[in-house]
């Protein structure tokens, strides 16, 4: 049986996330809507990533099995036909072998949040953006950032309903950048546990406005204790950007 790894690009605002749930729609759910309108089958479609609901994906992927063979292309242009009008995408679709796990197979997952940092309210940008008002210090947001750079127990900036089984996570990139008005922060790892970005993001804001220095991030990771979190930033703000695996 073929399976087919799908790149894929969305909207989160409309969704309740990516994981199937009853009762609200999710991107995991227009996709398997759009495979067996394609194929007549109930298709489970896995994805590298489980987004929560409002986060955005710029190159999510997933793999799913299909009976019936199709090319890439055709298979392309029939799940974009069935997607529509949700805010979802199939970018390109490949056929690759039947051990390609689209989670487990990954080595890297990259993340970007936008911060919108303004006083003017947004017009081209809501539900894309966090909108931050007060002037943010952004070299030295990047500074502190880099106290998390490496293996940690990230427990601290992890949700309370998280599943994984470790708390330790090695962040290999977080970076901030301003480009005019909007901060941009990326980062990037093997995988992040759930809510880590945003959290980390929110806690970098703190520092950005002078509420926090480097050491009180520092400070923070050591306790290992949710509560020393900083503020959550929002989930509009926040991409997946694009997963990578082993060149085969």
């Not at 529509?84 to 970007?112: M, Q, W």
């Not at 470790?166 to 008005?181: M, N």
């Not at 950005?208 to 400070?219: N, V, Y």
């Amino acid at each position: 049986m073929p399976r087919y790894k799908l790149t894929i690009e969305y909207d989160g605002a409309p969704f309740a996330g990516w994981q199937l749930q009853p009762d609200h729609p999710t991107v995991q759910g227009v996709l398997e809507a759009a495979v067996k309108a394609t194929c007549g089958q109930d298709v489970r479609v896995h994805g590298a990533g489980r987004t929560d609901a409002g986060v955005h994906a710029l190159g999510q992927v997933a793999h799913c099995d299909i009976e019936k063979a199709f090319t890439a292309s055709r298979l392309r242009d029939a799940l974009n036909a069935h997607l529509r009008p949700h805010p979802v995408a199939v970018l390109a679709v490949e056929i690759v072998p039947g051990d390609f796990e689209a989670r487990f197979s990954a080595i890297k997952r990259h993340y970007l949040y936008r911060i919108a940092n303004t006083r003017a309210n947004l017009a081209l940008d809501v539900g894309r953006v966090w909108r931050v008002p007060r002037r943010l210090d952004s070299d030295a947001m990047h500074a502190a950032a880099q106290r998390l750079l490496g293996k940690h127990d990230f427990t601290t900036f992890r949700d309370t309903e998280c599943q994984a089984k470790s708390p330790e996570k090695t962040l290999d990139q977080l970076d901030v950048v301003r480009e005019g008005t909007e901060i941009r922060i990326v980062t990037s790892a093997r995988s992040f546990l759930h809510s880590q970005v945003r959290s980390m993001v929110g806690s970098l804001v703190w520092v950005g406005e002078g509420r926090w220095r480097a050491d009180d991030l520092s400070a923070a990771l050591a306790a290992r204790d949710r509560a020393a979190c900083g503020v959550v930033a929002p989930p509009e703000g926040l991409y997946l950007v694009r997963v990578d695996y082993e060149a085969k």
